[in-house]
C-alpha cells in the first residue's frame, strides 16, 4: 500500500512537470505549490533507487547489519568478489542473489569523501557492491558526494588563493632578461613554512636510500614512499603543495625540478615498464586506489564542447584528481624535463598487450595526450586562465571512458568569470543527491537526465 501511494505521488509529481511546461506563467506557481506539497513525503518513503538522499557507506554498513537478510546477503557479495577469478564467481546464482538484494539497500547508493575518517573502510563497503555491477566495464565509477553550489566550495577558494600566491611570490616568468625558477621559489616559499618544511623533509628521507650500499640491493621502499607523498599531499596546504607540482617553467632546470618533486627514482621509475593494463587491474583491486582512478577519469576526461577542454569548464577538479593519484599503484608523473611540451604518464607501457592492445593505448591516452589536463597545468603555473589560449585537439575528441560515471569529488571553479563561461550544471553532475536542498534548481535535470 505504501509503494502505491508513493508511487501515485511520484506521477502526479511528472505530470505536474508535464502541465508546467504547457501552461501559461502561472502554471509555474501551481508547480511549486504541487511539489512542496508531495516532495516531503515521496522522498522520505522512496528506497534508495528513488529520490531518498543517501548516507555515507559506514553509515549504510551499520544499517545492513542490523537486518539479517540484509547483512547476510553483504557477507556473501564479500565471498564473492575475493580472489582473480571475480567474473566467474559473480556469475553464480547465490552471487547474483546477493546482489539483487543489496541493491535495494542503503548501500547501494551510499557514498564516501576524500579524506573523511575510516575513508578506506567506506570504500570497501562501497566497492563491496559496485565492484560486482561494474566489473568487466574499462572504468567504474567512484563514490559521488552531494552535489555543491557552483561558486562556494572550501576547496575551491584554497585552489584560488593557490594561484595567487604563485603569482604573489614571483612565480611568474614576466622579465625574459632576467634568470627565472618558479619551481625553485616554490620550494623556498615551502621551506618558510613549517608544516611544509617538516612533511617535506619527511618525503625526502622515506623516499631515499639510506646508505649507498641499500642503494645498490633497493633503491628504496616504494609502499613507504608512496605513503609518505599521499601524507605530503593530505597535510601540507595546497597554497605550498601545488606550486612544487605545477610551476610555470621555461628551461630545462626548472622543468627538471618540477619532475623530482614525487622523488620519482623511488616512487615512479622501475627498471623495466610493467602493462598498463595489469598496472590498472592492480589499481582496481584496491578500494582507495580504484575510486582515486576514477576520479581522475571523470574529472580530466577532454570534453570537446568547452573552452577548457575540462569537464565543465573546471580545471580545479582536474588537479585536485591528479593530485590524488599520486602515491598509488598508477603514480601519474612528467615523463622529462620538456619545458614546451608537457607529457603525462604513469610509469608503464603497452608491450605484450595482446589482443588487448588497443584498449592499453586508450588508458595511456588518457595521460600522455589529455587536454584538459596541460590546460589545467599551464593554467595555474601561470597564475590565471586570463590570457591562456587553452590547447584545443585538431579533431573532436571521443570521451575514453562512459560518460555516466560519477566522480568521488565534484566541484566548479571558474577562475576567471569573464574569460570562461558559467553554465550551472553541479545538479546534472550530482545526480541530485540531496534532494531537498537542490529540488527547486534542478528536479528537471534529475528527472529527464539522471544517470
Not at 29 to 33: A, D, E, K
Not at 92 to 98: D, G, L, T
Given at each position: 500500500m505504501n509503494g502505491t501511494v508513493h508511487g501515485a505521488e511520484s506521477t502526479f509529481l511528472f505530470f505536474s512537470l508535464f502541465f508546467f511546461y504547457k501552461i501559461t506563467p502561472t502554471g509555474f506557481?501551481?508547480?511549486?505549490?504541487v511539489l512542496s506539497m508531495v516532495s516531503h513525503s515521496a522522498l522520505s518513503g522512496l528506497g534508495t533507487h528513488g529520490w531518498?538522499?543517501?548516507?555515507?557507506?559506514?553509515?549504510?554498513?551499520?544499517?545492513?547489519?542490523?537486518?539479517?537478510?540484509?547483512?547476510?546477503?553483504?557477507?556473501?557479495?564479500?565471498q564473492c568478489l575475493v580472489g582473480?577469478?571475480?567474473?566467474?564467481?559473480?556469475?553464480?546464482?547465490?552471487?547474483?542473489?546477493?546482489?539483487?538484494?543489496?541493491?535495494?539497500?542503503?548501500?547501494?547508493?551510499?557514498?564516501?569523501?576524500?579524506?573523511?575518517?575510516r575513508e578506506l573502510q567506506c570504500l570497501q563497503s562501497y566497492w563491496s557492491i559496485h565492484m560486482g555491477l561494474n566489473e568487466g566495464k574499462r572504468i567504474s565509477p567512484g563514490p559521488p558526494t552531494p552535489c555543491h553550489s557552483p561558486r562556494r566550495h572550501n576547496s575551491a577558494y584554497t585552489f584560488s588563493a593557490a594561484i595567487?600566491?604563485?603569482?604573489?611570490?614571483?612565480?611568474?616568468?614576466?622579465?625574459?632578461?632576467?634568470?627565472?625558477?618558479?619551481?625553485?621559489?616554490?620550494?623556498?616559499?615551502?621551506?618558510?613554512?613549517?608544516?611544509?618544511?617538516?612533511?617535506?623533509?619527511?618525503?625526502?628521507?622515506?623516499?631515499?636510500?639510506?646508505?649507498?650500499?641499500?642503494?645498490?640491493h633497493e633503491p628504496c621502499n616504494r609502499k613507504r614512499c608512496?605513503?609518505?607523498?599521499?601524507?605530503?599531499?593530505?597535510?601540507?596546504?595546497?597554497?605550498?603543495?601545488?606550486?612544487?607540482?605545477?610551476?610555470?617553467?621555461?628551461?630545462?632546470?626548472?622543468?627538471?625540478?618540477?619532475r623530482q618533486t614525487i622523488m620519482p627514482a623511488c616512487s615512479y621509475e622501475e627498471k623495466t615498464k610493467p602493462n598498463c593494463l595489469e598496472l590498472r587491474r592492480t589499481c582496481r583491486s584496491d578500494p582507495l586506489c580504484r575510486s582515486r582512478l576514477a576520479d581522475f577519469h571523470m574529472n580530466c576526461q577532454t570534453t570537446p564542447h568547452s573552452i577548457t577542454s575540462c569537464p565543465n569548464d573546471n580545471y580545479h577538479g582536474c588537479l585536485v584528481s591528479y593530485v590524488g593519484l599520486i602515491g598509488s599503484?598508477?603514480?601519474?608523473?612528467?615523463?622529462?624535463?620538456s619545458h614546451t611540451n608537457i607529457t603525462i604518464s604513469p610509469w608503464c607501457g603497452c608491450r605484450g598487450s595482446g589482443n588487448h592492445e588497443a584498449e592499453c593505448e586508450a588508458f595511456l591516452r588518457d595521460f600522455r595526450e589529455n587536454t584538459c589536463l596541460r590546460n589545467a597545468i599551464q593554467a595555474f603555473g601561470y597564475g590565471t586562465d586570463a590570457g591562456l589560449v587553452p590547447i584545443t585537439e585538431s579533431q573532436s575528441a571521443v570521451p575514453s571512458v562512459q560518460t555516466n560515471l560519477q566522480p568521488a569529488i565534484i566541484t566548479k571553479h571558474v577562475i576567471n568569470s569573464n574569460d570562461v563561461k558559467q553554465i550551472d550544471r553541479s545538479c546534472v553532475f550530482s545526480t541530485c543527491a540531496n534532494l531537498q536542498v537542490c529540488l527547486k534548481i534542478c528536479v528537471v535535470h534529475c528527472i529527464f537526465f539522471q544517470y
Open positions: 506557481f501551481f508547480f511549486l505549490v531518498r538522499a543517501p548516507m555515507d557507506c559506514l553509515r549504510a554498513s551499520e544499517v545492513c547489519n542490523q537486518n539479517s537478510q540484509c547483512s547476510s546477503r553483504f557477507r556473501i557479495m564479500r582473480r577469478d571475480r567474473t566467474t564467481m559473480l556469475g553464480n546464482r547465490e552471487c547474483q542473489a546477493a546482489l539483487e538484494v543489496l541493491q535495494d539497500s542503503p548501500l547501494y547508493d551510499c557514498r564516501c569523501k576524500r579524506g573523511m575518517k595567487d600566491s604563485a603569482s604573489a611570490k614571483g612565480n611568474l616568468c614576466s622579465d625574459t632578461g632576467k634568470p627565472c625558477n618558479p619551481c625553485l621559489d616554490a620550494a623556498k616559499a615551502c621551506n618558510l613554512n613549517e608544516t611544509c618544511k617538516k612533511q617535506r623533509t619527511a618525503l625526502m628521507a622515506t623516499c631515499s636510500p639510506a646508505t649507498p650500499i641499500q642503494q645498490l608512496h605513503r609518505g607523498l599521499r601524507q605530503f599531499f593530505d597535510r601540507v596546504q595546497t597554497e605550498f603543495s601545488y606550486p612544487l607540482l605545477f610551476c610555470s617553467c621555461r628551461d630545462k632546470a626548472c622543468a627538471e625540478r618540477r599503484d598508477v603514480t601519474p608523473n612528467y615523463v622529462d624535463a
